[in-house]
């Protein structure tokens, strides 16, 4: 009986701290496990992945560049899916097609702003490049933002599993 007396106003604004309570409990185990999975490398380890990525993404450029087909094949994943800027997928085997047959050509590839993050055994590059060239779909030339994904395999080399580049408007530009 005492339960049923109780002020409503009271019972709801006491449920409200709970739940307000709970939702910050929530929020602060979800950034923690977020930053447990970006810090959860040993520093020694994630300083020798950084450099390793720092290497592939210099040797995907470099392949890119003279359209260096056994690299690049080596670069990538067997299931590599590509999102180009005009919003097109292409797969590993179209990537080699286009370079092989010179529908992708690279003039100038200026990579600037590079930002590596891991986790666990994947590791995300965000990079701007300063592009001329061109591919199937006419004229690159341009400044991109680029998103390259790398996923550890089981004998623990890095390969390229997934890519996708935007092209970087100035503002008013219709496209």
């Known amino acids: 009986m ?30 923690a496990g977020a930053l447990k999975q970006q810090t959860g490398m040993p520093r020694a380890q994630k300083h020798e992945s950084r450099h390793e990525i720092d290497q592939l993404e210099d040797a995907w450029r ?31 085997e179209q990537t080699l097609d286009n370079l092989r047959a010179g529908r992708t050509k690279f003039t100038t590839l200026d990579i600037s702003d590079r930002k590596v993050r891991f986790y666990g055994t994947t590791a995300l590059v965000t990079s701007v490049a300063e592009v001329q060239g061109s591919n199937g779909d006419g004229d690159l030339a341009g400044s991109y933002r680029y998103t390259r994904v790398y996923v550890r395999n089981a004998a623990g080399a890095w390969k390229i599993v997934s890519f996708e580049a935007s092209r970087i408007r100035e503002p008013g530009d219709r496209r």
């Open 2 to 31: 005492p339960f049923a007396m109780t002020n409503p106003c009271k019972r709801m604004r006491r449920f409200a701290m709970h739940v307000s309570a709970l939702a910050a409990m929530l929020a602060m185990a979800v950034s």
């Open 62 to 92: 470099d392949a890119a560049m003279k359209s260096n087909i056994t690299k690049m094949e080596g670069l990538l994943a067997d299931d590599y899916l590509a999102i180009t800027p005009s919003g097109t997928l292409q797969t590993k």
